[in-house]
T-cell receptor, first 110, second 116 residues
Framework: GEDVEQSLFLSVREGDSSVINCTYT??????LYWYKQEPGAGLQLLTY?????DMKQDQRLTVLLNKKDKHLSLRIADTQTGDSAIYFC??????????FGTGTQLKVEL | GAGVSQSPSNKVTEKGKDVELRCDPI?????LYWYRQSLGQGLEFLIY????????KSGLPSDRFSAERTGGSVSTLTIQRTQQEDSAVYLC??????????????FGPGTRLTVL
């Protein structure tokens, strides 16, 4: 089945950029997603990218997709303390069900 | 409603008991999903309902797990004879499932199940 990997932790200083990386195995995903989960809360959709795109920018968020390497990244510009959360990438390898990565815990330090 | 709602928010049960978890999807969403989030397994797909089609049950971990969706809206996930390894947060999501578009899934707050 689909395998989606992320690094577990990332620590950045407030105001710096954060880059969260994700690799996946199934190249048939039509859309690839980034979700955010704050402590004790549900999953919030941040953004998504269509598989025929290389890049998508949405305010402070930039998604880069390298289909050849099956690599997806999320860049958060000017990271704030409110960005501290767990970030999940997700792909739709088989039908509409999402396969999630392991999640990256982002810690923003003052 | 404004978003996906789930009840109860927390459920503590004894090993061997049955539990029912409820999900109210966003009005008009034809697709409904159940996922499970646990420390050891991360976020896992459980089951998917789309309109009147047969549900995709490929993620259900055992025959103790079942789900139904009545009238194309509310869904109930039932776990029979609960085990301690069933302890997790059970998340429900719904989507429009419109063809040719990103099937954006909107998640509820989850039900935290603890099996003692």
């Amino acid at each position: 089945g689909e395998d989606v990997e992320q690094s577990l932790f990332l620590s950045v200083r407030e105001g710096d950029s954060s880059v969260i990386n994700c690799t996946y195995t199934d190249s048939s995903s039509t859309y690839l997603y980034w979700y955010k989960q704050e402590p004790g809360a549900g999953l919030q959709l941040l953004t998504y990218i269509f598989s025929n795109m290389d890049m998508k920018q949405d305010q402070r968020l930039t998604v880069l997709l390298n289909k050849k390497d099956k690599h997806l990244s999320l860049r958060i510009a000017d990271t704030q303390t409110g960005d501290s959360a767990i970030y999940f990438c997700a792909v739709t390898g088989g039908g509409n069900k999402l396969t999630f990565g392991t999640g990256t815990q982002l810690k923003v330090e003052l | 409603g404004a978003g996906v709602s789930q009840s109860p928010s927390n459920k503590v049960t004894e090993k061997g008991k049955d539990v029912e978890l409820r999900c109210d999807p966003i009005s008009g969403h034809t697709a409904l999903y159940w996922y499970r989030q646990s420390l050891g397994q991360g976020l896992e797909f459980l089951i998917y309902f789309q309109g009147n089609s047969a549900p995709d049950k490929s993620g259900l971990p055992s025959d103790r797990f079942s789900a139904e969706r009545t009238g194309g809206s509310v869904s109930t996930l039932t776990i029979q004879r609960t085990q301690q390894e069933d302890s997790a947060v059970y998340l429900c999501a719904s989507s429009l499932a419109a063809s040719g578009m990103a099937d954006t899934q909107y998640f509820g707050p989850g039900t935290r199940l603890t099996v003692l």
